[in-house]
């Protein structure tokens, strides 16, 4: 799997005399099921690895017809699935013919090709290697295997595949480069494709510079037959926008355009708030409305806040957009309440690692709470920051862990201008927990914090305690309800490398490998794990998931499984890595028919 930022060009990973031919005899055997030869990337073994679990056939011929049953038209208006309406030309097509059209006879030969793909990886149109410029054929990596084309789509950049990279034998000798195609909202249209004869090499693929410019010229195309609306819409967009990561958000029709801030700082339900509470004649005005989903409200400066249900609450600036004297829909500024609130009102902005919308929702909550002298209650699973977020909160507080046994004195006797932190209120002792309640009387604003893991129920003087400080309570997401934060997360829980070495870094397999796995010790566990590779790691390089523990590497069962088929499922998936993934070696090492085992790994993602 190659990009140009992160490429693994065949001639990076062997001696340039032997790369071809030994990455040719590594995909060898893995299609014979013998196990692969180091050197290999994690990258392209995981891409074969794909293809076999899609079903691909190593030997299929090209094209492969695109499926059927879609609804996105492609080519020729007379060209229809419908019999009754007819199909329209794709847009991305359209605007890309001309250029298409004016290139291909350069091609030369039939030596090259120039494909050109809808956002589905169907083909569009192609020309060269014996193509006449209609359209035809799926890129769908389900459907041929990896791809430049499907790369390119994935990761939003340029991407190179090299021949034996491919999984399909009629791709052996050709290398190809892909260009996504974007329309003049940002969002992916489709890809552009150059094939050439292999090329494999550190210098970038001879088409890339004809991709480029291919992909330039089709969205050139698009931005000259969007609708005046919407280039209006999309000129005041790029304005509000422009030069910092703010957070706008433009809508009208069936356009709704959003920044990378504004997706971090709302969720698709907030953004259908937004745009529902919002309705013309308050566009007019130029003010944010009251909607029957979220509130908002004006300070004597004439500043909007608005208040989501989801808890997040905002600033907002809501300005028409008008075009040919008529609203066509308008441009939302947007700032965190508690970014304002923190330079006004001394609030602590919380820098813990994470920015997915559960935890920053929690931690957004629980500053706000901290903002105000008052006790506060930190809930959640074991290891999800808890005491690190009251920490964070309360600055230079003192710490008693209830854990360590009866705090005693310490706590009836707490510093009076210093906040304080109780952890593991579970595990309180009786009397502790009668000094804890006998405070709160006492002192209901004392600048206390609680952190509490819910599990036995509590007894009595416990809840009154927790029933005491419920209104100020705040549930931090467990770690699998937020996986997107474990990239971010990795850095902070990694040892510092000794002096000389280089820090731990992680290819793309392994972080999707611990994405995916349900860490029920949350943080904790994660970085147990980070530390103890960090430890005795031997090796160099990125982390592989090949290093990660067996429950990690392996990841979670779809349902629940006893403790037989657990252990069964391990014996299947250590037997299935030893073969290289193929099935029928594996079950004739385990003494099974092909059948049974499929039926086995069917039982548990059941």
């Given at each position: 799997m190659t990009t140009t930022e992160h490429s693994f060009p065949v001639a990076h990973l062997f001696p340039v005399?032997?790369?071809?031919?030994?990455?040719?005899?590594?995909?060898?055997?893995?299609?014979?099921?013998?196990?692969?030869?180091?050197?290999?990337?994690?990258?392209?073994?995981?891409?074969?690895?794909?293809?076999?679990?899609?079903?691909?056939?190593?030997?299929?011929?090209?094209?492969?017809?695109?499926?059927?049953?879609?609804?996105?038209?492609?080519?020729?208006?007379?060209?229809?699935?419908?019999?009754?309406r007819?199909?329209?030309?794709?847009?991305?097509?359209?605007?890309?013919?001309?250029?298409?059209?004016?290139?291909?006879?350069?091609?030369?030969?039939?030596?090259?090709?120039?494909?050109l793909t809808d956002e589905r990886l169907r083909v569009l149109w192609s020309a060269g290697g014996g193509a006449d410029g209609t359209r035809g054929g799926d890129l769908d990596e389900q459907r041929v295997g990896h791809n430049s084309a499907a790369l390119a789509l994935r990761t939003g950049r340029r991407a190179e595949v090299h021949g034996p990279e491919h999984f399909l034998d009629v791709w052996q000798d050709v290398?190809?480069?892909?260009?996504?195609?974007?329309?003049?909202?940002?969002?992916?249209?489709?890809?552009?494709?150059?094939?050439?004869?292999?090329?494999?090499?550190?210098?970038?693929?001879?088409?890339?510079?004809?991709?480029?410019?291919?992909?330039?010229?089709?969205?050139?195309?698009?931005?000259?037959?969007?609708?005046?609306?919407?280039?209006?819409?999309?000129?005041?967009?790029?304005?509000?926008?422009?030069g910092e990561d703010r957070a706008v958000v433009a809508f009208g029709g069936h356009s709704r355009l959003v920044s990378p801030a504004a997706a971090r700082l709302l969720s698709p339900a907030d953004l259908q708030d937004l745009e529902r509470g919002t309705p013309a004649e308050s566009r007019n005005s130029g003010h944010a409305a009251t909607g029957k989903a979220m509130e908002t409200a004006s300070d004597p400066s004439g500043t909007n806040t608005v208040h989501f249900p989801s808890g997040v609450s905002c600033t907002a600036g809501i300005t028409p957009v008008r075009h040919l004297g008529s609203t066509v829909g308008a441009v939302a500024v947007?700032?965190?309440?508690?970014?304002?609130?923190?330079?006004?009102?001394?609030?602590?902005?919380?820098?813990?690692?994470?920015?997915?919308?559960?935890?920053?929702?929690?931690?957004?909550?629980?500053?706000?709470?901290?903002?105000?002298?008052?006790?506060?209650?930190?809930?959640?699973?074991?290891?999800?920051?808890?005491?690190?977020?009251?920490?964070?909160?309360?600055?230079?507080?003192?710490i008693l862990d209830a854990a360590e046994g009866a705090l005693g004195e310490a706590l009836a006797l707490p510093p009076r201008n210093r906040p304080l932190v109780v952890r593991h209120a579970e595990r309180l002792a009786q009397p502790d927990v009668?000094?804890?309640?006998?405070?709160?009387?006492?002192?209901?604003?004392?600048?206390?914090?609680?952190?509490?893991?819910?599990?036995?129920?509590?007894?009595?003087?416990?809840?009154?305690?927790?029933?005491s400080v419920s209104a100020r309570s705040v549930t931090l997401p467990a770690l699998r309800e937020r996986p997107e934060d474990i990239e971010a997360l990795l850095p902070a829980v990694t040892p510092r490398p000794a002096a000389g070495h280089p820090p731990l870094t992680w290819t793309l397999d392994a972080l999707r490998?611990?994405?995916?796995?349900?860490?029920?010790?949350?943080?904790?566990?994660?970085?147990?794990?980070?530390?103890?590779?960090?430890?005795?790691?031997?090796?160099?390089?990125?982390?592989?998931?090949?290093?990660?523990?067996?429950?990690?590497r392996q990841g979670p069962a779809e349902r629940p499984l006893s403790p037989m088929e657990q252990a069964e499922r391990t014996a299947i998936l250590e037997a299935l890595r030893r073969h290289g993934g193929n099935k029928a070696r594996t079950a004739a090492a385990l003494g099974i028919g092909r059948a049974t085992l499929y039926r086995k790994l069917r039982s548990y993602r059941g």
């Open positions: 005399e032997s790369s071809v031919a030994r990455l040719r005899r590594a995909r060898e055997r893995f299609l014979t099921g013998r196990p692969l030869p180091d050197g290999v990337p994690d990258e392209v073994t995981s891409a074969w690895r794909r293809a076999r679990f899609f079903g691909v056939r190593h030997d299929a011929a090209w094209p492969v017809p695109a499926a059927t049953g879609t609804d996105t038209a492609l080519d020729d208006p007379d060209d229809t699935d419908d019999p009754v007819p199909s329209e030309p794709a847009p991305l097509l359209v605007a890309a013919r001309p250029a298409l059209e004016r290139i291909a006879p350069g091609l030369g030969g039939g030596r090259s090709a120039l494909v290398s190809a480069v892909s260009v996504p195609v974007r329309d003049p909202a940002g969002r992916a249209r489709g890809t552009v494709t150059v094939a050439a004869p292999l090329c494999a090499g550190d210098a970038p693929h001879p088409g890339a510079a004809l991709a480029e410019a291919v992909a330039a010229l089709a969205e050139a195309g698009l931005a000259a037959r969007s609708r005046p609306a919407e280039r209006v819409l999309l000129d005041a967009y790029l304005a509000a926008a422009r947007l700032e965190p309440l508690t970014h304002a609130s923190s330079r006004t009102a001394g609030r602590t902005p919380v820098t813990l690692a994470g920015r997915s919308v559960p935890w920053r929702r929690a931690t957004e909550r629980a500053a706000e709470l901290a903002a105000h002298r008052a006790p506060l209650l930190l809930a959640g699973e074991r290891g999800t920051g808890k005491a690190a977020l009251a920490r964070e909160l309360l600055g230079d507080p003192l009668a000094v804890l309640n006998r405070l709160l009387d006492e002192h209901p604003d004392a600048p206390l914090a609680v952190t509490y893991t819910p599990g036995t129920p509590p007894g009595p003087c416990l809840q009154r305690l927790l029933d490998a611990l994405e995916r796995y349900p860490w029920h010790g949350n943080v904790t566990e994660l970085a147990h794990v980070v530390r103890s590779l960090a430890v005795h790691r031997r090796a160099t390089g990125p982390v592989r998931r090949a290093e990660l523990p067996d429950p990690v």
